[in-house]
Every structure is written in C-alpha cells, then in structure tokens.
C-alpha cells in the first residue's frame, strides 16, 4: 500500500481521474487525504463525495510560506503519507516540505518541460506559435517545474485550433498519463 495526499487548488479533473482509477486502487494506492489551498475550490466537494478527508489550509493565514509548509508536514505525518501528487496545486513548493519528501512529490504540467513552465504553460505555448506542445509528469525540486522528468507526451498544434480547443486536448491527455504514470511507479516500487 502506499498512501499519498494530493495537493489540488481548482476544479480537481485530475484528481477524480486518479480517485477513481481501478487500477491504481488494485495496485495499493490509498488517498488519504486532500489538501487545498482554496476554500471554494470545485475538487473539495469532489474528495468529499468520495469520502476521502480534506485539509483546508491558506498560506495568507501564516506569516511565510515555511510557517504554512511546516503546519503542511504535521498534517501529512498524521496520515503517514508516502508520496506527494499534485494536481492543480498552483503554489511553489519550498524545501520545508522537500526536505520532509525528498522525490516523493510529483507534478503534472500541462506543456513540454522545460520549454513553457510556470502556471500558463497551455497558453504561453499557443502564444509562442509552436506546432507541438503535451504534458509532462516530473518530481519537484526547489525551482518552478524543473524537477526531473518522469514521462512526457507531445500534442500537436493544428494550425486552426482555439485555445479552447488545446486546452481540452491537454486536459484529455493529462487524464490518460498522469494515472498511467503513477501506475508505472507504483508497478516498480513493488518490484525493487
């Protein structure tokens, strides 16, 4: 079994698709717990309906970001969580919590790494004009979206296509590689 937290901020599609994916459920993954840095956000209804316990907590309620992180780590420890999944979390990790899950915590990022980081990578890549963007999946370190590399996509950019239109095929793909992604990984750990 290993027990992970997903850390969302909005609307929580990657989250439902790694919630209610069978294959992650029969290969050990349990989530133990949700936490979000917004008390409106969409995906706490979502863990809530799934009965999976929520952790509400703001960085504007702490006097710094490692105040904030530290309440964070006490709070996982109750759980004894193994890893880290991020699924829309739109805030910068900083050591506090990478010191606590050293290559624990992993990221999926809507464009190829490392071209386009940070929180519009979708739309800095339409803007940029080039024909090919995708998804990458990487661990966390202290810089933004320039952890390792574990597992990329690409995705054509057709010439007539809306933002609109790309986000979705984004969002399609992220659905489809972050649960295969975190299945390979689990399939591995039980192999060492």
Do not use: W
């Amino acid at each position: 079994m290993v027990k992970v937290a997903i850390f969302a901020s909005g609307t929580g599609s990657n989250f439902e698709f790694i919630a209610d994916n069978q294959a992650l459920k029969d290969a050990g993954l349990e989530i133990e717990v949700l936490v979000c840095d917004r008390p409106k956000a969409a995906v706490i209804k979502k863990a809530q309906r799934r009965g999976i316990p929520t952790f509400i907590i703001q960085p504007k309620d702490f006097e710094n970001r490692s105040h904030y992180e530290q309440v964070i780590v006490t709070e996982l420890a109750r759980y004894q969580i193994d890893t880290i999944l991020l699924a829309g979390y739109m805030r910068v990790i900083t050591s506090t919590l990478l010191s606590e899950y050293p290559m624990e915590i992993i990221n999926i990022h809507p464009a190829l790494l490392p071209l386009f980081p940070g929180i519009h990578g979708i739309e800095d890549a339409y803007k940029a004009g080039v024909s090919v963007t995708g998804v990458t999946i990487h661990y966390i370190d202290e810089g933004v979206d320039t952890g390792p590399i574990i597992a990329q996509q690409s995705i054509p950019i057709l010439p007539d296509e809306t933002l609109e239109q790309l986000e979705s095929k984004i969002h399609d793909v992220e659905h489809q590689l972050y649960p295969k992604v975190i299945l390979n990984l689990l399939n591995n750990e039980k192999g060492d």
